[in-house]
């Protein structure tokens, strides 16, 4: 056991656990993963931690990271093939059961994790995702936080998913966890008060904690360069919630006005659902944008790791950010730490990030026109974006650097033990 001495008096040091869907975060291009990274770097030796990953990509070293996949419960061959007659009927009562079968199996694969630890934790943080956080609380006597990742009622819906059969289920499920849990935390004000809305929840034991990003060495930040050809950065999935859509129609306009422009596409090509069939990049640039000279202009680069990404974001003429939704997204404050000059759509936490006309700029939701219009008045005017930059960059430091909210969430977690103990 590990005990510091604050003024004299020997004091045990908390102990905390990250659940994860994966590790390491080079690995895993996910905002949790991020996050699960992010605020352990900025925590330190202020806590011991550790982190329990449901996949793991390679071999890790360190002590301190379980793969869960090592300790999932073996499944008789009976309850197989219960299970795959149960799928086929697609009945919600089935999906119930079968999603509390599921979870059931995932809590007692982080119950082996755990024990396989040589020090049990003192809290465990999870996210919100299909209500894990309600049977950890049922089957662990640790104290559960549940921090705001999603949630699905608000997702599901704008993913066009809101009609099928789980949807209903997991949104119930994570409304039981949140209930359920000793504690959350939200990285923005505007969605943890969705969640109070939506469920008519109180939350009385609950925080806004932003998400953490790492400052970006001078050499990797942003800085223009008249020599390099102009270009429009976009970073994240082709789907609906992150408007890829949004992004191809946006483009289009600021190419009829900027004959030079390039559009870089970095991200996986998830597919836009239309009229019953899922509608791919290539397909969606095909058929939405007539001119060759535009389209020769576009590039997709599909998954690209994250020292490419911060080389592509130091070179990028603007980023542009638009989600038709995002709590706290990590790629806008990426793009904000390297200093790339960014335009946003303003929804869910994004408008607690960026300040409209200080570090960036704020376009209206769902709008490839606002999007164009506010990108070509940064590219018209150099010195109005070298100026975003450096108070982006600052911004970042200041408000969301890994220290500064790792110190913001160790105080919510003693808070938290205190009340439990």
């Known amino acids: 056991m590990h005990v510091e001495r604050v003024l004299g008096v020997a004091k045990k040091k908390i102990s905390v656990a990250y659940i994860s869907p994966g590790w390491p975060a080079s690995d895993f291009p996910n905002g949790i993963v991020t996050y699960v990274q992010n605020i352990i770097s900025g925590i330190g030796n202020a806590l011991n931690t ?27 061959i009976w309850n197989k093939i219960v299970d795959k007659v149960l799928y086929r009927l697609k009945f919600r009562l089935v999906y119930r059961k079968l999603n ?13 994790g755990l024990n396989s630890l040589q020090t049990m934790p003192d809290l465990l943080e999870v996210e919100e995702s299909f209500g894990l956080a309600n049977w950890l609380v049922q089957n662990t006597d640790i104290p559960v936080v549940t921090r705001l990742h999603g949630p699905w009622f608000i997702n599901g819906p704008i993913m066009q998913l809101a009609e099928n059969d789980d949807f209903l289920p997991r949104v119930e499920f994570e409304g039981k966890a949140i209930q359920h849990s000793h504690a959350i935390t939200s990285p923005s004000l505007a969605v943890l008060n969705a969640v109070r809305d939506y469920y008519d929840l109180p939350l009385t034991r609950a925080r806004v904690i932003p998400n953490p990003v790492g400052e970006v060495e001078k050499s990797l930040q942003w800085k223009r360069d008249p020599s390099l050809k102009s270009t429009l950065l976009f970073v994240g999935r082709f789907d609906l919630i992150k408007g890829g859509d949004i992004a191809i129609k946006a483009f289009n306009l600021i190419a ?72 706290f997204p990590m790629t806008l404050l990426e793009a904000l730490s390297t200093g790339c000059p960014t335009v946003a759509t303003d929804v869910g936490g994004i408008g607690e990030i ?8 704020l376009a209206k939701p769902d709008s490839p026109e606002d999007i164009a219009q506010q990108t070509l008045s940064l590219l018209q005017d150099h010195e109005r974006a070298d100026e975003f930059s450096k108070h982006a960059i600052t911004d970042c430091r200041e408000r969301f650097s890994p220290e500064v909210v790792a110190k913001q969430t160790v105080e919510f977690y003693q808070s938290v033990l205190s009340e439990h103990n």
């Open 50 to 76: 550790n982190i329990l990953a449901h996949s793991v990509s390679r071999q890790e070293q360190s002590n301190d990271v379980v793969n869960l996949s090592e300790h999932v419960p073996a499944k008789n």
């Open 100 to 112: 509390q079968r599921k979870w059931n199996n995932i809590s007692e694969s982080i119950s082996n």
């Open 256 to 327: 009829q006005e900027n004959h030079d422009i390039q559009f870089l596409f970095v991200g996986p090509d998830r597919g836009i659902p239309l009229d019953g069939e899922t509608m791919f990049f290539e397909q969606y640039v095909d058929e939405n944008i007539d001119a060759p000279s535009i389209k020769n202009r576009i590039q997709f680069l599909g998954h690209c790791d994250s020292e490419a990404i911060t080389q592509l974001r130091r070179t990028a003429s603007v980023t542009i950010v638009t989600s038709r939704y995002e709590n």
């Open 354 to 361: 960026l300040i409209d006309g200080y570090n960036g700029l």
